[in-house]
């Protein structure tokens, strides 16, 4: 099982705290505000401690020593940094981990020997990154169904064809179905023609 302290009480907290309980990690938390320390005692079954945690004896009681991981989520930046610096100057602990606003204070956070620093602007610009590189994935597969309907519409008029060629008429529902059959295929490769040319053009 793995020790680990979470420094400050975000709206999010209460369900870190649960899903990584979940996951095997003993998890204690530590905020400056009563009330909010309160409430969470009563909403989960989490140790719970109110005070400063840039002061090292309020880390000392929280179990830092027996900890290999801090969390510092507070909504101060220099203090979040401020934490995770006394965790690793005082206690050695393994991995701290400071949450930041403001993602220019990225430079202090590596200077400062933190293990890692991670912010929501970062977050957000990755999700979208991904976000886009899964939507010409997703593109991609509906152009190739696509043209896979159009051969399989071709297919069955071209076995229509040789099915009905020995005969000295072709009956007319039978030629309906084949124009149908190559008109719906042509339809469905002029779709994907023009999804082509929107995607190289930068407007799909």
Same mark, same amino acid.
């Not at 793995?2 to 209460?14: D, M, Q, S, W």
């Not at 507070?74 to 005082?90: H, P, Y």
């Not at 039978?174 to 008109?183: H, P, Q, R, V, W």
């Given at each position: 099982m ?13 369900y870190?705290? &649960?899903?990584?309980? @979940?996951? !095997?990690f003993?998890?204690?938390v ?6 909010k320390c ?5 909403e989960r ?6 005070g ?12 830092i ?5 801090l969390?510092a ?10 934490? /995770?610096?006394?965790?690793?100057? #005082?206690f ?14 990225? #430079?202090a /956070? &590596?200077? =400062?020997?933190?293990f $890692?620093?991670?912010? %929501? %602007? #970062?977050k957000?610009?990755v999700?979208?990154?991904? =976000?886009? @590189?899964?939507?010409?994935?997703e =593109?991609?597969?509906? %152009?190739?169904?696509?043209?896979? =309907? ?5 297919r ?9 060629? !020995? $005969?000295?008429?072709?009956? &007319?529902k ?10 719906s ?6 779709? %994907?023609? &023009? ?5 190289k053009?930068?407007?799909a």
């Open positions: 793995h020790n680990l302290i979470i420094v400050g009480i975000k709206k999010f907290t209460p870190l705290a &649960q899903e990584l309980a @979940q996951k !095997n003993k998890v204690t530590i905020d400056t505000d009563p009330l309160r409430e969470l005692k009563t079954s989490l140790r719970v401690l109110n400063d945690a840039t002061d090292p004896s309020i880390l000392e009681e929280a179990g020593k027996r900890s290999n991981i969390l989520l507070t909504g101060s930046d220099s203090i979040n940094l401020e934490i /995770c610096k006394v965790a690793k100057k #005082d050695h602990t393994e991995k701290t981990l400071a949450w930041l606003d403001n993602p220019h204070n990225e #430079d /956070c &590596q200077e =400062s020997g933190i $890692r620093c991670f912010n %929501v %602007v #970062d957000i610009t999700e979208l990154e991904e =976000s886009l @590189q899964r939507s010409d994935m =593109s991609y597969i509906r %152009v190739t169904k696509l043209l896979e =309907s159009a051969k399989k519409l071709f069955k008029a071209n076995l229509l064809k040789t099915a009905t060629s !020995n $005969r000295k008429e072709v009956d &007319q039978a030629a309906g179905k084949i124009e149908g059959y190559e008109e295929a042509k339809m469905i490769e002029d779709v %994907v023609k &023009q999804r082509i040319i929107l995607r053009n930068g407007d």
